[in-house]
């Protein structure tokens, strides 16, 4: 039998199954995503899942399953289901959907931590960190910053330069898979029942890592051949993979940038340590473009802070406030359109 202890179930998400209309049934975690099937691992092992059509309806594809959630499903083969309900979601990673003003997509659930993978070679950059420590935040998991491929040679001091202002939000290791020292610490940095998502461009030594990290396990993948055709490595994988029973990780493919989908704008001054400026701002509703006495412009003009972190605030919280106000509207629309329905409804009862 498996213990799903291992895999991050506790006491609160056994309660959550308690309170729900399917404590009888079986429960289990989404260790990845294909089109429409789900593998779930569970008490007896890895199975193939589907949704109930009601798990579908007017969902948008953000509220779907991904990878982490916890879903209650019944059992109908000796290793396939059907998933009928999910435990309330936390933790989970958003990333704004390329090509849309305000449609998200959810990367894993239930994450403690997320590794931003970058490779010490023309792969840093310090935006791009800044990026997705900021969208991680927001989620309330903790961010830890691993600089890979450390046996290729860089400048330190340099590199820690750059990372000053965001160093005091996140823990920085640096790495190589080629000195077994780092990757021990960076192991020590996981704690039993912890998950662990991985993201960053392909190519900086995220899988690797993986590898590395758990150099006795197996991925969690079971073998089956898709419809698809193309097997199990399709480009929507995502795979779970449990660390020597002490922790699960999650490797996402490539992610290279993070488009912002961030409800609170006001969050970024204190992830980007701006907030000690900003307490002196003359005004209170400052924003820190032009206005008299503004303590930031002042920080800037005499070189304390750096004009590149303040120049990213800015482009951060444009962006920011861009997706909270089209979020907004669309769900005012959703809501009038849903009245709309409601109220075409009642006109054909009363006829
Ligand atoms: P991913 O796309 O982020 O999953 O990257 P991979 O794990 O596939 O690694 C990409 C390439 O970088 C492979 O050729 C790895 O062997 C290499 N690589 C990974 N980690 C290191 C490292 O620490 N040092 C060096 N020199 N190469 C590495
Ligand atoms: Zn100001």
Redesign the pocket.
């Known amino acids: 039998m498996i213990h799903l202890y291992t895999y991050g179930w506790n006491n609160k998400l056994n309660q959550l199954k308690q309170d729900s209309a399917h404590k009888a049934l079986f429960h289990g975690r989404v260790t990845i995503v294909h089109r429409t099937c789900y593998e779930v691992i569970s008490e007896n092992g890895m199975l193939q899942c589907e949704l109930t059509g009601n798990m579908m309806f007017g969902k948008s594809d953000f509220e779907l399953p991904c990878v982490g959630d916890w879903v209650i499903f019944q059992l109908f083969d000796e290793n396939k289901g059907v998933i009928v309900d999910m435990l309330p979601r936390e933790r989970i990673l958003y990333r704004k959907k390329s090509g849309t003003i305000a449609d998200k997509q959810a990367i894993a659930s239930y994450v403690d931590k997320a590794f931003i ?1 970058q ?1 010490l070679d023309d792969n840093f950059n310090v935006r791009r960190a800044e990026r997705f420590m900021v969208q991680i935040l927001e989620e309330k998991i903790k961010p830890i910053l691993v600089l ?5 040679g860089f400048e330190k001091q340099k590199i820690e330069e750059h990372i000053k202002h965001i160093a005091h939000q996140m823990p920085v290791f640096f ?5 077994p020292q780092t990757i021990h610490q960076l192991r020590e940095s996981i704690s039993e029942g912890e998950t662990v998502v ?1 993201v ?12 590395t990290l758990c150099e006795n396990s197996v991925l969690l993948t079971s073998d089956i051949s898709l419809s698809t055709g193309k097997g199990r490595h399709t480009s929507t994988r995502r795979e779970m993979v449990l660390m020597d029973d002490s922790g699960v990780l999650i ?1 996402t493919p ?1 992610i290279r940038e993070f488009g912002l989908a961030i409800d609170d704008p006001d969050s970024l001054t204190e992830m980007l340590e701006i907030s000690d400026y900003e307490e002196s701002c003359r005004f209170k509703d400052c924003e820190h473009i032009n206005e008299p006495g503004c303590a930031v412009l002042e920080a800037v003009n005499s070189g304390i802070l750096d004009h590149k972190v303040y120049e990213s605030y800015l482009k951060l919280r444009r962006e920011a406030w861009h997706f909270c106000t089209s979020e907004h509207e669309k769900r005012k629309r959703d809501k009038s359109f849903s009245k709309l329905i409601e109220g075409v409804k009642k006109y054909k009862t009363n006829f």
């Open positions: 993978v490779s890979n491929k450390a046996d290729l790495t190589s898979i080629h000195q991985f960053g461009s392909s190519g900086v030594g995220k899988s690797s890592l993986v590898n490797d490539g």
